[in-house]
């Protein structure tokens, strides 16, 4: 055999030998889930009992979100996440439409404290690898503005362009957690 020969047939074991190495390591999971926390402390039970209308004025910027459109779409998928919640699963509260939100309970206002994009150099492994939204709120009893319940929420997510929707589960996590 010349050199030649046993130097691909070398070079072939070699090959096949990696590729069966490579086949031995474990599988990554289909869908990375990124953490969520949406909490709600409530400070006056005995009003939070009674339940009632619930009016919602759409979030606005916080220190940490710059004033815009893309953060006025991010409030208004809120409050449809809200809404939506708020349909399927009936309880103590209800969604006011805004022609009735001067007869409502309570009113849900907040901020959307930090808004901040994934960065395009996260490719090459350089800046943050997930976009950030951090909402906080009160929810107050309408007739005296006493808080009644505090709010939070954050959520990261891998693509820019999933904002609104991250926005939009947001609000159905905050809807699902005050109809519980």
Known sequence: M??????YLVLLLFILGGCMWFGHLPAKPAVHVLPEAVSLEVIREDLWAIGGGVAFIPFTPGAGAEAG?????????????????????????YLLTEEE?????????GRIEE?????????IG??????????KGEIREQKTGEVVALIFGVKNY???????LTAYDLGRSLGEKVQH
Do not use: C, H, Q, W
């Open 69 to 93: 459109s893309t953060v006025d779409r991010l409030s208004l998928m809120i409050v449809k996440g809200l809404a939506d919640a708020f349909a399927e699963k009936s309880g103590a509260f």
């Open 115 to 123: 808004f901040t994009p994934a960065s395009k150099l996260k490719i």
């Open 126 to 135: 350089l800046g943050k690898k997930y976009a950030t939204l951090k909402i």
């Open 101 to 109: 939100a001067r007869n409502a309970s309570f009113v849900i206002e």
């Open 158 to 164: 891998k693509k820019n362009k999933d904002s609104e």
């Open 2 to 7: 010349s050199f030649v020969r046993l130097s």
